[in-house]
C-alpha cells in the first residue's frame, strides 16, 4: 500500500511539473539556507564549549563610576579581583589571573642563526590557569608548568615556528632580547572558538617579580583578566550580591576620596563571546544580535517555503476535486486520502532535502566568505546536523502536507462530480493570509537591509575630525635599547621625511581607529578636592602629532620646540574640557591639573574628532607629550609609487630597529575595520532577504499561473466584450496589490521599531526617514506584479476564442 502511495504521489509530481518544481525549489532554497546559517549559528554558539568545568568558569567584569556615573566597563580588570574574591568567599575554588603582554620573541640556539617573530597573543599566567582550562598540555606537567619565574607554555604552532622538529621542553627564548623563559610545556593549538587564543604563556610570578607584590592586591590598577572556577551547587548571581560588600570593605575608603566607585559582573566563560564587548576585550568577539537575526531570517525562508506548498496545494485543490471524487466513489476512505497526500508531502520534502544538500555543498564557501568565517562541513559530521535536518523534513513533510491533505480529503464526492464543487471561503482567506504573511517578511527585510546599510553609509561618509587618509603605521620596535631610543626616534622620523614621497612622520602610544589603551583616574584641577577627579583617555604624542594628523586647535597652542616646558604641558579636547567642568575651551586654558602624581598645564584645547568609529560617542582625551612614544609611528605619504615608498621605510627602519620586524598598516583600512562586523553583517542580512523574496516569488508566480489557468473563460469573455489586455492584468493583478498594501500597513511599524532599537545602539546614527519605510513597500510591490505579470500578460494576449473553448 505504501508502496503505491508513493508511485501516485510521483505520477502527481510528475504530472504538474511546473507547481513541482515551484514547491521542491522552493522548499530546497529554504532548507538549505536554514542549514547554512544553522553551521554559523552552531559555530558561534560553541564558543568555549570544549571546556570540561565550563559551568563553574566565569569571567569577572569591571565597572568604574566617577561620581555615580558609569566610565569604564573593564574585560580586564583590577589586579586585586582573583585573590580577594578567593580570599573572602568559600564559593571560590579557584582563581586564574592573566596579564597580555606582546613583543618579539626569540630563539637563539638554533641552527643557522637566531629564530625571531613579533608576537601578538602572549599573555602572563598564575599557574592556577591550565588546571582551571581545558587547554590541553601535550607536553609537561599543568600544575606546575607556569609556578616558577621565568617559565613559559607554547604552543604547538609556536613550537613548529621557533624549534622545528627539536624538542622545546627546557629550551629557553628571551622577549625583546631581555627576559630569558625556559620552556616547561607544550600546549595543543588553541581552538577556533575560544574567546581567549595565545600562543604563549609566562608565569605570572614572573610579572610579580617586575611590578611588586603589591600588585596581587592592586584595586587601582586595571588590565588583568580574572577569570573565577566556582564551587559546584554554587549560585553565582547570589555571589555577586556580595561582592559590593566586599569592595566597600577593602577598597571603600580609598574610592570614596576620588567619589568613584567600581564593581564586579560575573560573566559566564560561554556567555563571552556573543555577550562582551567591554574595553580590552582578549579578541574581536561576536554579535549575539546578528546571530538571532541571522536565525529569525533562516526561519522566515523556510516558513514563505511552506507556505508556498500550502497555498500551491489548496490552490490546486478544485483542480483536483475530481480525482478525489472519484476515488470516493470507488471506495477510498478519508484516511486513505490523507496518506495519499502526505505521501505526496513526503516526497516532495525528501525532493527538496537531497537538492538542499547539495545546495549546501555548492555554496558554503562563497558563505564562509559571506560572514567572514572560515566554515567547514564537519557539521555533516556532527548527529545534532542530523537530527536538525530530520526535525526540518518532519516538520516541513507535516505541517506543509496536513493541511492541504484535510482540505482534499474533505471534498464531498456527489458536488464535485455534479462540478459545484468551489475553494471555501475559508480556504480563499487562509491562502490570502499567508501571501500577505510573504509579503510582510519581504518588506521587513528588504527595510532592515536598507537601514543596516545607510547606518554604514553614514557612518562612513561622516567628516571624522582627523586625517586618516594616505597614512602608512608602522608598530614601533619592541627590541630597543632604552638609553638611546629616543635619539633613534628623532633620527629615524628625519631619515624618512628626507624622502619626498613620505610628507610627515609622527610617533604616538595609539592611532584612530581604536580606543585608547591608556585610561586615567584621578585627574582633576589643582585646586578641586580628589572626590572631584575624574577619569580620562591619554594619548602620548610628539610635536607633530595633531599637524600631521591636521587636528584642529580651537583654543590655545600645539606643543612646541619652541617651549622647553612642554614635557609638562597638557593638551584637551573638547570633551575633555567640558568633563573638568568647563563651558568654554578658553576657560581651561593655564589651568593647572594633577595627573600621574605631578602638576601639568594645559596649553591647548583640541576640537573633538572621531578617535573611534561612529558607534562610540567622543571621549575626554588628554594628549601628553611624549616624543618618543614606543607604540605606533604614522607616516604621510604620496599614494603614487606606494610600493617604493614603503620599501623606503622598511629599508630606514632596518637600519634604525635591526632585529625587530618591519609590521605595518594602512590607517583607512585600520579604522574601517571597525564596521567589518556590520558591514558582513548587512550583506549577509541582505543576501538572505534577496533568497527570502525569490522564495516568495516561486509562490506568486505559482499561485498567479493557477489564477490565470482559473479564470480564462472570463478573460475571453471580457476580451470578446472589450475589455483591453491592460485592464485584463489589472483586474488579475489587483488582488495581490491589496495583498501587500495590508502586509506592508501591518509590517512598517514593526520595522520602525525594531531597527529604530537597532540604531540606538549607535552614538551617531540616522533616522529612519519615510522613504526607507517607502522604498521597500513600492519594491515588493514591482517585484510581485513582475512575478505575475508573466501569466497575467500571457492569459490577456490569449485568443478570446481558445479561452472560450478552456475546458
Not at 563571552?272 to 538571532?292: C, F, K, W
Not at 563651558?583 to 584645547?605: H, M, Q, R, S, Y
Request: net charge negative; glycine share 6%.
Amino acid at each position: 500500500m505504501i508502496k503505491n502511495y508513493f508511485t501516485i504521489a510521483l505520477r502527481n509530481l510528475l504530472k504538474n511539473k511546473v507547481f513541482s518544481f515551484i514547491n521542491i525549489l522552493g522548499l530546497a532554497i529554504g532548507i538549505a539556507a536554514c542549514l547554512l546559517i544553522l553551521q554559523y549559528v552552531q559555530w558561534e554558539l560553541s564558543y568555549d564549549d570544549f571546556h570540561a568545568n565550563k559551568e563553574n568558569l566565569y569571567r569577572v567584569k569591571q565597572n568604574r563610576y566617577n561620581k555615580g556615573v558609569l566610565t569604564t566597563e573593564w574585560a580586564a580588570g583590577c589586579g586585586a579581583a582573583g585573590y580577594e574574591l578567593k580570599e573572602g568567599f568559600e564559593e571560590v575554588e579557584e582563581y586564574a589571573t592573566l596579564r597580555p603582554t606582546g613583543g618579539v620573541v626569540i630563539y637563539k640556539e638554533a641552527t643557522g642563526g637566531p629564530v625571531r617573530h613579533k608576537e601578538e597573543k602572549m599573555y602572563f599566567a598564575t599557574a592556577s590557569f591550565l588546571p582551571m582550562f581545558s587547554f590541553d598540555l601535550l607536553q609537561g606537567d599543568e600544575a606546575t608548568a607556569l609556578e616558577k619565574p621565568y617559565t613559559a607554555v607554547i604552543s604547538q604552532a609556536a613550537a613548529q615556528r621557533y624549534f622545528g622538529e627539536e624538542d622545546p621542553i627546557g629550551k629557553r627564548i628571551s622577549v625583546n632580547d631581555q627576559n630569558e623563559y625556559e620552556i616547561t610545556g607544550v600546549f595543543q593549538d588553541i581552538p577556533e572558538n575560544s574567546h581567549l587564543k595565545f600562543d604563549f604563556l609566562f608565569s605570572y610570578s614572573t610579572f610579580v617579580g617586575w611590578a611588586g607584590e603589591e600588585v596581587i592586591t592592586a584595586w587601582q590598577w586595571d588590565g588583568f583578566y580574572t577569570y573565577l572556577k566556582l564551587k559546584d551547587g554554587t549560585d553565582p548571581k547570589a555571589l555577586e550580591a556580595k561582592i559590593p560588600a566586599l569592595i566597600e570593605a577593602k577598597a571603600g575608603e580609598e574610592l570614596a576620596a576620588y567619589d568613584s566607585d567600581m564593581d564586579f559582573y560575573l560573566q559566564p566563560l560561554t556567555d563571552i563571546h556573543l555577550t562582551s564587548n567591554y574595553m580590552m576585550e582578549a579578541e574581536v568577539n561576536g554579535d549575539q544580535e546578528a546571530v538571532y537575526a541571522l536565525l529569525i531570517i533562516a526561519i522566515f525562508i523556510i516558513l514563505i517555503a511552506w507556505v508556498n506548498y500550502i497555498n500551491l496545494s489548496t490552490a490546486k485543490s478544485v483542480d483536483r476535486a475530481k480525482e478525489v471524487g472519484i476515488r470516493k466513489v470507488m471506495g477510498s476512505q478519508r484516511t486513505q486520502l490523507i496518506r495519499q497526500f502526505m505521501a505526496e508531502s513526503v516526497l516532495l520534502n525528501v525532493l527538496a532535502v537531497i537538492i538542499a544538500i547539495v545546495l549546501v555543498l555548492v555554496s558554503y564557501r562563497y558563505f564562509s566568505s559571506l560572514i567572514g568565517q572560515e566554515l567547514t562541513l564537519s557539521l555533516f559530521l556532527t548527529a545534532s546536523f542530523w537530527w536538525f535536518l530530520l526535525g526540518i523534513f518532519v516538520i516541513g513533510a507535516f505541517f506543509s502536507g496536513i493541511y492541504p491533505a484535510f482540505v482534499l480529503s474533505a471534498f464531498r464526492p456527489v458536488q464535485v462530480l455534479k462540478g459545484k464543487m468551489s475553494t471555501s471561503k475559508n480556504g480563499v482567506m487562509l491562502r490570502k493570509t499567508l501571501v500577505v504573511l510573504q509579503f510582510a517578511a519581504s518588506v521587513f527585510l528588504i527595510a532592515g537591509t536598507l537601514i543596516v546599510y545607510q547606518q554604514i553609509m553614514y557612518m562612513q561618509d561622516q567628516e571624522l575630525g582627523v586625517a586618516i587618509d594616505q597614512t602608512l603605521v608602522i608598530e614601533a620596535p619592541s627590541v630597543v635599547d632604552d638609553s638611546v631610543y629616543a635619539d633613534r626616534v628623532e633620527s629615524f622620523k628625519a631619515a624618512l621625511t628626507r624622502n619626498s614621497s613620505i610628507k610627515a612622520a609622527t610617533a604616538s602610544t595609539a592611532v584612530p581607529g581604536n580606543k585608547p589603551g591608556w585610561n586615567a583616574g584621578g585627574i582633576k584641577l589643582i585646586a578641586q578636592d580628589d572626590s572631584e577627579s575624574n577619569q580620562y583617555r591619554v594619548i602620548g604624542i610628539d610635536y607633530d602629532f595633531l599637524d600631521a594628523f591636521q587636528l584642529e586647535i580651537v583654543e590655545g597652542r600645539n606643543f612646541s620646540r619652541d617651549f622647553g616646558t612642554d614635557e609638562s604641558a597638557v593638551l584637551f579636547n573638547e570633551s575633555a574640557v567640558k568633563l573638568l567642568g568647563f563651558d568654554e575651551a578658553e576657560a581651561a586654558l593655564n589651568e593647572e591639573i594633577f595627573f600621574w602624581g605631578d602638576t601639568f598645564k594645559i596649553v591647548g584645547v583640541v576640537k573633538d574628532y572621531h578617535q573611534e568609529s561612529l558607534k562610540a560617542n567622543f571621549d575626554p582625551l588628554i594628549f601628553r607629550l611624549i616624543p618618543a612614544s614606543r607604540s605606533f609611528f604614522s607616516l604621510k605619504v604620496e599614494t603614487a609609487h606606494l610600493p617604493e615608498t614603503i620599501a623606503t621605510a622598511n629599508q630606514v627602519w632596518d637600519n634604525f630597529f635591526p632585529g625587530n620586524p618591519f609590521s605595518y598598516f594602512f590607517l583607512d583600512d585600520h579604522f574601517n575595520k571597525q564596521y567589518q562586523s556590520d558591514l558582513r553583517f548587512g550583506q549577509t542580512f541582505g543576501f538572505f532577504a534577496l533568497l527570502a523574496i525569490f522564495v516568495a516569488c516561486l509562490g506568486l508566480f505559482g499561485l498567479s499561473s493557477f489564477m490565470a489557468v482559473q479564470k480564462t473563460k472570463e478573460i475571453g469573455i471580457r476580451k470578446v466584450l472589450g475589455s483591453s489586455v491592460s485592464g485584463i492584468v489589472a483586474l488579475l493583478s489587483k488582488d495581490f496589490v491589496l495583498l501587500v498594501i495590508i502586509a506592508s500597513l501591518v509590517t512598517l511599524p514593526l520595522v520602525y521599531f525594531v531597527m529604530d532599537s537597532w540604531l540606538s545602539d549607535y552614538a551617531f546614527r540616522i533616522e529612519i526617514a519615510w522613504w526607507l519605510l517607502l522604498v521597500p513597500v513600492i519594491l515588493v510591490l514591482l517585484i510581485a506584479l513582475f512575478t505575475i505579470s508573466f501569466q497575467t500578460v500571457r492569459a490577456a494576449l490569449a485568443d478570446p476564442a481558445k479561452s472560450l473553448r478552456y475546458e
